[in-house]
């Protein structure tokens, strides 16, 4: 049995705040799979050298990471205090977001579905 009412249960889980510094873009133009690919080169990385892989990635998907992960430096410095040298991106990851279905006309009256996907990207720092 559980040790106090849900509502308690839940209260206790939601006080336990995560206080690394983060980024999140919702409603990226971008599908998950172009966006890991730069964000799997990011993964474990320090800052400097992370904003340097991104600046230099011939991706669609690296300008938006760059901008992302420029401004979860600028949380790491301005809300938690943290020193610019001592990050490193701990986490980064793109979930599914929604999806845009348009129609593309073909041969013979046919008509084929296209499928415009969008992602939610986050990148969360930590201090080594």
Request: proline fraction near 3%; glycine fraction near 4%; include cysteine.
């Amino acid at each position: 049995m559980a040790k106090g009412h849900r509502s308690q249960i839940k209260r206790e889980r939601n006080a336990k705040k995560d206080t690394r510094p983060s980024a999140k873009l919702s409603y990226a133009r971008v599908s998950v799979q172009k966006a890991c690919f730069v964000l799997d080169a990011i993964r474990g990385k320090d800052v400097q050298t992370a904003l340097g892989i991104v600046t230099y990635n011939p991706r669609y998907a690296s300008s938006l990471i760059k901008k992302l992960l420029e401004s979860a430096i600028a949380n790491a410095e301005n809300n938690n205090g943290m020193s610019r040298e001592n990050l490193y991106v701990e986490e980064c990851y793109a979930n599914r977001g929604p999806i845009m279905k348009r129609i593309k006309p073909r041969a013979q009256g046919r008509a084929y579905r296209i499928e415009k996907r969008m992602s939610h990207i986050t990148v969360v720092l930590n201090e080594r």
